[in-house]
C-alpha cells in the first residue's frame, strides 16, 4: 500500500489529508459478497460511508478492477459497482477500500444500496 505524505504547511503546521466528499464514515460488520467474471470472495465491513466501505476480504483483490459488491443478507443486497481505490496485504486475508462507482461527488447514493 503506498500512502501520501501530509501536505506541507508553510507554517510549519502539518494538517491531515483532505478526505473525499464519501461523507462520516461509521464503524459496521456485515457479511460482503464481491463478484467479477470468473471470480468470488466473502468478506467483512469494517466501516462504510455513502462513498464506500473498507472491508477485510478472504481472496487478494486487484487494485483499480472494478467489482459487484453486495453488502448484507445475499438474498435481499442489491448488488452495486465498486472501485478498488487501495489494498493492504494481511496474513489472514486483504483489507481493501472500494468506491462506489454508482455514487457521484457529493450526492446521495440509491436508496436501495
Known sequence: MTRE???HNPDGEVRAQRRHAGGARREASERVLIRSDGF???GWTLNVSR?????I????LVQ????????GDEETAVARRAGVVWLQ????GQI???KYLDVEEGS?????G
Open 108 to 112: 446521495d447514493p440509491p436508496k436501495d
Open 40 to 42: 468470488e470472495t466473502h
Open 64 to 71: 483499480g478492477a472494478e467489482y459487484q459488491l453486495s453488502v
Open 5 to 7: 505524505k501530509p501536505p
Open 51 to 55: 462513498g464506500g466501505i473498507r472491508a
Open 57 to 60: 476480504v478472504e481472496d487478494p
Open 96 to 98: 481493501v477500500g472500494l
Open 89 to 92: 496485504d494481511e496474513t489472514d
